[in-house]
């Protein structure tokens, strides 16, 4: 399994990510590819207004250029480590990227995991 990620972002920031390919070639063995499988988001120390959370915008797209679907979760607790937020992939698309939505966020980390099988 190999994993890409996005560790120790800031959420008191506004970013956005390159876009990840869903899909890559497994170097092990010559003509097949790995997929996408789940992705993780895992953060910390968060701390915002009440009714103001960061948000996590995710972004799918054919082209790595035009995003079609877009799944927005709002961080409302300061730590989720110990149940942290799994998305099984289940859409067919060829890329992925995630934009961070400060709002009134002050402080916190948190770390994004795309697990390929």
Do not use: H
């Amino acid at each position: 399994m190999i994993s890409e990620f996005i560790t120790d972002r800031n959420l008191n920031q506004n970013f956005s990510s390159q876009w990840f390919q869903m899909k890559l070639q497994n170097l092990e063995k010559t003509g097949e590819y790995l997929v996408a499988e789940t992705i993780n988001l895992l953060w910390k120390d968060v701390r915002f207004m009440i009714n103001d959370p960061p948000t996590i915008q995710i972004e799918c797209s054919e082209n790595g250029i035009n995003p079609f679907f877009i799944k927005e979760l709002a961080i409302e607790n300061i730590d989720n480590s110990l149940d942290s937020t799994s998305i099984v992939v289940t859409q067919i698309f060829n890329y992925i990227r995630f934009k961070i939505i400060a709002n009134s966020c002050s402080e916190g980390k948190i770390d994004i995991f795309i697990n390929y099988r």
